[in-house]
């Protein structure tokens, strides 16, 4: 039993400190010691109600201060690095370092609402693709959901959100006089060859500047589609990650 300056009992877990101030003390769920303080003994037997009741509907966390960098990086190191490809972590680099570390990253994992991830995708939406905003919140759904897992916050911020941005540009398909046309205009061009084997496979653009010589079979004239190629600009951000 806690006690006051004067030696009167208090409660359990409570006493008051040498400036006049009162202090209560409970261990949480996962263990640790926790204090709350308040000026008036009223004050702080309301904050370790409230504190109690939140341990109770595990509502609390095991560490209200890390912030989303922190959290990012463990995310990245655990989960991501040991099962992604090298393109991919990149590009999971890249997304969070260019559109959500400038706005969210500081902040306590458990202080980030959905408003705040709201207004971060509604200003991207307003000079990015609907793709690339899906992507960013795809990014940021992860990173919540084992941060959940985790005891690290309670809730996703980033779920349930409507994207806005500008739509994709409609794809025009070549006809064939278009194609005899292009062929046409091509010829003696560096890159016919290459021209040719895109407009006849359908090949994405990674995949066409990924091939080699081992990938063509020119006896039953097949092709072997078996890597991509992605090239990225360097920046000072790919420098300081050791991405080169």
Request: some cysteine; glycine content about 6%.
């Amino acid at each position: 039993m806690g006690k006051d300056l004067k030696g009167k009992e208090l409660g359990k877990g409570i006493s008051q400190r040498k400036d006049g101030r009162y202090q209560a003390r409970f261990t949480d769920r996962f263990g640790k010691r926790r204090c709350v303080y308040g000026i008036t003994l009223k004050e702080v037997k309301n904050a370790l109600m409230s504190e109690v009741v939140d341990n109770y509907s595990k509502n609390n966390v095991v560490d209200s201060n890390m912030t989303l960098d922190q959290w990012y990086e463990k995310w990245m190191r655990v989960y991501k690095e040991p099962v992604l490809k090298p393109s991919t972590i990149r590009i999971y680099i890249r997304t969070y370092h260019c559109y959500i570390k400038p706005v969210l990253g500081r902040l306590p994992l458990s202080s980030i609402t959905k408003l705040m991830v709201t207004d971060l995708l509604n200003g991207l939406g307003k000079r990015l693709h609907k793709s690339t905003v899906n992507n960013i919140r795809t990014v940021l759904c992860d990173l919540f959901s084992y941060a959940m897992d985790n005891d690290l916050c309670t809730k996703n911020p980033a779920k349930g959100i409507k994207i806005i941005g500008t739509d994709k540009r409609k794809i025009v398909t070549l006809s064939r006089e278009d194609q005899r046309d292009f062929f046409f205009m091509a010829k003696g061009c560096f890159y016919y060859n290459l021209y040719v084997v895109a407009v006849n496979t359908g090949l994405r653009s990674g995949e066409l500047r990924a091939l080699t010589l081992d990938d063509i079979d020119f006896e039953n004239n097949t092709i072997n589609v078996t890597k991509t190629l992605t090239y990225f600009r360097k920046s000072s951000k790919d420098d300081f990650l050791g991405y080169k």
